[in-house]
């Protein structure tokens, strides 16, 4: 057996050949993620410096007189990625349960490819579906329903145009939903079936024995896969611009228009017209790419603690 | 009993309907498309390019044949560098450079989303995992032959002395 060590030493030479190549390869992508920033970095130097950190909370937006601030679109941002996730999170977490436990087998994966092929969707369907199917829904049916039974809260106020604010975030809470499904799938198959078995065992009905054997010690794997619907709905950009309505004023409520980062970055940078007007929307995007890197590395931190050490 | 027996039916039930309401949107979706454009699908539209406006016919050959080329271009980028960013992040998991780029990778994913090589980079990850194990298996073996014969030898020298 001893003699096979020559054959191992080249063999390790291979390998020590292939992995500098797939360091190298590994660098490019992380140089060209480092590139993209500083380029955005410059494009936006124009804006940083004349406003500053004050931007971010500047509600102004006048491409005329040349004031520029984030703070509506920050709000817009947050608030239609936050709505999306209220619904699409618990109707997530069900459906993979759904998948996991209650249906055969079969069914389930039937199920579970209908569910991932909504991720397949071109999301310029999405605006299509949203703006001409949708929004008319929304403002036919749902408003009035919301504003019969909640309307005496200033959130449920003021008129409808279909388009807006709570349009777009149904239209994101759609988008996300198979990330959220398919993350949790994995997480609760994870759990193995003798603890399952275990609590059946000790006399606990189905209900019990999800609470107690999946959704208990799957928690933070949930939290893990909700963050990151979060992250791909703070970057949604076509179909939410198509659907939201596009204008920079503060609204309270959920069904006036309003407008997100990524969507004031796809309407307006074809026609910005001067150097500062440009500079402030690569400020924004800057901006969006710190939001999402934090929410990013929140996701991981959540995963990395998560796993357990071997 | 009563009580538990009804939560336990109540929440089946709810799991049951959600799992239904998640393909309602779908569902609608292609309906709507199917609906709105099934009427123009023709041969010409396929093949031709799109008519001056007023005149009728016409087809969107230039955007069909424009989406591949963006995705054969893209694929012939991305996919031989996908594959061995993926070989390198299942193979190389502790290596330094390896957990800079899984986290490049993730937020490349989400900040371009119509970018195919992350994608790829993922999805081989996955596949080379689960193959890996059968792959590797006659390796660790063979290594294991290995370090029990030289156990073998290294107890029988020091009984030896």
């Known amino acids: 057996m001893l003699e096979s060590l020559p054959c191992r030493r080249m063999q390790n030479r291979q390998d020590l050949i292939t992995l500098w190549l797939m360091r190298w390869l590994a660098a490019m992508i992380v140089l060209l993620l480092i590139l993209l920033v500083i380029l955005l970095c410059k494009l936006a130097l124009p804006a940083i410096s004349k406003f500053g950190l004050g931007f971010i909370l500047s509600d102004t937006w006048n491409p005329i007189t040349e004031e520029f601030g984030a703070f509506p679109f920050i709000i817009g941002t947050l608030i239609t990625s936050f709505m999306a996730l209220l619904m699409a999170a618990p109707l997530s977490v069900s459906v993979a349960l759904f998948i996991c436990e209650i249906c055969p087998k079969q069914l389930g994966r039937l199920l579970g490819t209908f569910v991932e092929m909504i991720a397949a969707v071109p999301s310029i369907v999405f605006g299509l579906w949203g703006i001409f199917s949708l929004a008319p829904w929304v403002q036919n049916v749902v408003t009035p329903f919301l504003k019969n039974t909640l309307g005496f809260l200033p959130f449920f106020q003021g008129p409808s145009y279909g388009i807006g604010v709570l349009t777009a975030s149904l239209i994101l809470s759609i988008m996300i939903t198979p990330t959220i499904c398919t993350f949790c799938r994995e997480v609760f198959n994870t759990i193995p079936s003798q603890t399952k078995e275990a609590a059946l065992a000790l006399g606990a009905t189905r209900f019990e024995m999800i609470k107690i054997a999946i959704l208990k010690p799957s928690y933070s794997g949930m939290i893990a896969g909700i963050v990151l619907g979060l992250g791909r709905a703070l970057g949604e950009t076509m179909a939410v611009a198509m659907v939201i309505g596009n204008t920079s004023r503060l609204s309270l409520s959920i069904f006036a228009p309003g407008s997100t980062m990524a969507s004031v970055i796809a309407n307006e940078y074809a026609e910005a017209s001067n150097a500062i007007h440009l500079a402030s929307l690569g400020y924004i995007a800057l901006l969006l790419l710190a939001i999402t890197l934090i929410i990013n590395s929140f996701a991981r931190f959540i995963i990395w603690k998560w796993t357990p050490k071997i | ?161």
Not at chain 2, 43 to 64: D, K
Not at chain 2, 100 to 120: C, P, S, V
Not at chain 2, 139 to 157: C, F, G
């Open chain 2, 1 to 161: 009993m009563i009580w538990r027996k009804t939560k336990n039916y109540f929440f089946i039930t709810i799991l049951t309907l959600s799992g239904i309401a998640v393909l309602i949107p779908l569902i609608l979706i292609i309906i709507y498309v199917i609906k709105m454009g099934f009427s123009s699908l023709n041969w010409q539209f396929i093949t031709h390019l799109p008519r001056p406006v007023g005149e009728s016919g016409g087809g969107m050959a230039h955007a069909i044949v424009g989406t591949l080329f963006l995705v054969g271009l893209g694929g012939i980028f991305s996919i031989p560098l996908g594959i061995m960013l993926g070989t390198y992040l299942s193979e190389f998991k502790k290596d330094k450079m390896a957990k800079f780029l899984r986290h490049t990778i993730d937020l490349l994913f989400k900040y371009a989303q119509g970018n195919e090589l992350e994608e790829h980079c993922k999805r081989l990850s996955d596949a080379i995992e689960k193959v890996k194990p059968l792959a590797l298996k006659d390796d660790w073996m063979s290594e294991l032959r290995m370090n029990a014969y030289l156990d073998e030898i290294k107890t029988r020298k020091e009984l030896g002395a």
